[in-house]
C-alpha cells in the first residue's frame, strides 16, 4: 500500500483522456488499494484514477457516513441520466480550497467492472451522482472549474499558482 501524490489544477496532464482498462488484474487491484488509501487520507468522497498520473479508466469512491463502503469503477459507462437537474456545491482534491456551484442531472445510471473483473450497474442519486459523475470528468480530463465562468476559473488559476509559488519559497 502506497500514498500517491494527487495532481493540482493546473496542471495539463488533468487534462489527459484516460484508456480503457483492458484486464482487471493484480496490478489493476494493487492499484485501487493505493487510491483509496489516498482518498481516505486526503478525506476525499472520490478520486480518479487521472488526478494520481495514471491515464487508465478506473476510479474509487465512498459516499458513506462511516468511511468504510470502498467502490471500484473500472471502466464505467453512462447508461442513463435523468433529465432533471441539481446545482451542488462541488470541490474537488485537485483544486485545493475552491468550492463553486456545479449543475448536473440529479440521477444516473452507470456500468462499470469492479476489481474482481465482475459486471455492476449502479442506480445514484444525491452525493453519489454527484460524485461519479465528477469522477468520470476526470477520467475524460474535465475538471469541475471548467464549469465555472471564465473569469472565476482565472481567479482560481491565479490563487492556485499563488499558493503553488509560496510552496516553492
Ligand atoms: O472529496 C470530494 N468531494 C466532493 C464534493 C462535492 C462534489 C464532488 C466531490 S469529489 C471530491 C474528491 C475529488 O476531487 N474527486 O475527484
Ligand atoms: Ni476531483
Not at 460524485?131 to 468520470?136: G, S
Request: net charge negative; glycine share 4%; hydrophobic share 40%.
Amino acid at each position: 500500500m502506497a500514498l500517491l501524490p494527487i495532481l493540482s489544477y493546473p496542471d495539463p496532464r488533468l487534462h489527459t483522456v484516460a484508456k480503457p482498462v483492458t484486464l482487471v488484474d493484480d496490478r489493476i487491484r494493487a492499484l485501487a488499494a493505493d487510491m483509496l488509501e489516498t482518498m481516505y487520507d486526503a478525506k476525499g468522497v472520490g478520486l480518479a484514477a487521472t488526478q494520481v498520473n495514471v491515464h487508465e479508466r478506473m476510479l474509487v469512491l465512498d459516499v458513506s457516513e462511516e468511511r468504510n463502503q470502498p467502490q471500484v469503477l473500472i471502466n464505467p459507462e453512462l447508461v442513463w441520466a435523468s433529465d432533471d437537474r441539481v446545482k451542488n456545491e462541488e470541490g474537488c482534491l485537485s483544486v485545493p480550497g475552491i468550492f463553486d456551484g456545479v449543475e448536473r442531472p440529479s440521477r444516473v445510471k452507470v456500468q462499470a467492472l469492479n476489481e474482481h473483473g465482475e459486471s455492476v450497474t449502479i442506480e445514484a442519486d444525491g452525493l453519489l451522482s454527484i460524485c461519479i459523475q465528477h469522477e468520470m470528468d476526470h477520467l475524460m480530463g474535465k475538471v469541475f472549474v471548467e464549469y465555472l465562468s471564465v473569469l472565476k476559473r482565472m481567479r482560481i488559476k491565479s490563487k492556485l499558482h499563488k499558493a503553488q509559488r509560496e510552496l516553492e519559497r
